[in-house]
Nanobody, 122 residues
Framework: QVQLVESGGGLVQAGGSLRLSCAASGRTFSSYTMAWFRQAPGREREFVASIWWAASRTYYEDSVKGRFTISRDNAKNTVYLQMDSLKPEDTAVYYC???????????????WGQGTQVTVSS
């Protein structure tokens, strides 16, 4: 497992942008598929985006395609989520997650961060 710490959440107006970061501990970060999930009040946690450990393939939940971009910097042990054209319905706690060498879509993470709040005002 890896330890994950998210940052970058906050309050933004609809149409605005935020970039979330997730710093991971350990020397095998490049071997982990990384993902972002989110949970809105009263709703179950849902998959947002993932990036594979190999070839850096990316996958997105349909409602964020074209607006969110997941990327990783293996030299910095960090994964990012660039969120553009934000909508009020994107309001949620966003969680960074990891699964070792996963090719599942979505992944089934065994490591989770503590979450960061994103609030989009209308």
């Amino acid at each position: 497992q890896v330890q994950l710490v998210e940052s970058g959440g906050g309050l933004v107006q609809a149409g605005g942008s935020l970039r979330l970061s997730c710093a991971a501990s350990g020397r095998t970060f490049s071997s982990y598929t990384m993902a972002w999930f989110r949970q809105a009040p009263g709703r179950e946690r849902e998959f947002v985006a993932s990036i594979w450990w190999a070839a850096s393939r990316t996958y997105y939940e349909d409602s964020v395609k074209g607006r969110f971009t997941i990327s990783r910097d293996n030299a910095k042990n960090t994964v990012y989520l660039q969120m553009d054209s934000l909508k009020p319905e994107d309001t949620a706690v966003y969680y960074c997650a990891a699964q070792y060498q996963s090719t599942l879509r979505p992944p089934a993470p065994d490591s989770w961060g503590q979450g960061t709040q994103v609030t989009v005002s209308s």
